[in-house]
């Protein structure tokens, strides 16, 4: 019977690669009582939302379907990363939400045109969003794990080791494995010359309108 995938399996691995290229042992556990493991491992979660924060194919979500609360509010679950009301919002679109423009604030989507939390004004408590979600370090594809132990490592070695040679090897590294994730990331959105509509994959002639509402 396989044994199941965790981050708890996942993340120390991860971790002795990133003191392996400082110079540093290995480690058995991730014992926050020791300070190098606590900096490299600090430093992967730190990385780790940032490389997300960026929008993926893979963590990128369009149109999710979600509700407000009882007073047309929505809560902004700290698993979103980014968020903005979906496409079906935005000012090109003949609806009741044409005129309105989402930010996060006070942990809330505000509709900074309208000066309210209120996200529906209609008896529909059903919005659309468009989302960045953060995932667990397990769900990562292994590309983007890659980069993320990478960049994490050079990050280390600025903080713990301080040589200048080393620090210039791992962002040689960083950088590889960089193009190694955007390699990835082209080859997961099916990306075209042409370029498409977001979350979707048909080609867009020109339309001049869209040229006159702007």
Not at 41 to 61: C, H, I, K, M, P
Not at 161 to 169: C, E, L, R, S, T
Not at 173 to 188: F, H, S, V, W
């Amino acid at each position: 019977m396989p044994i199941p995938t965790t981050n708890a399996t996942q993340e120390l691995p991860a971790v002795n690669q990133i003191l392996a290229s400082v110079g540093q042992a290995p480690v058995t556990t991730l014992d926050q009582t020791n300070p190098d493991v606590a900096i490299a491992y600090d430093t992967l979660t730190q990385v780790s939302r940032e490389v997300q924060a960026e929008g993926w194919s893979f963590n990128s979500e369009y149109d999710y379907e979600t509700t407000t609360d009882a007073s047309k509010e929505y809560t902004i679950p700290n698993n979103m990363l980014q968020v903005d009301l979906g496409s079906q919002y935005n000012s090109t679109s003949r609806n009741t939400y044409a005129s309105k423009n989402a930010v996060r604030r006070n942990g809330k989507l505000y509709d900074k045109y309208n000066h309210t939390y209120e996200i529906t004004d209609t008896a529909s408590d059903i919005i659309k969003l468009d989302v960045v979600w953060l995932f667990d370090w397990v769900d990562l594809p292994v590309p983007i794990q890659d980069y993320v132990v990478s960049r994490a490592a050079t990050i280390v070695s600025s903080r713990i080791v301080g040589d200048p040679n080393q620090y210039k090897m791992l962002q040689e590294k960083e950088g590889y494995c960089r193009a190694m994730a955007l390699e990835y990331e082209t080859n997961q959105g099916d990306y075209t010359f042409f370029g498409h509509a977001k979350g979707n994959k048909g080609y867009h002639s020109y339309q001049p309108y869209h040229a006159l509402s702007r």
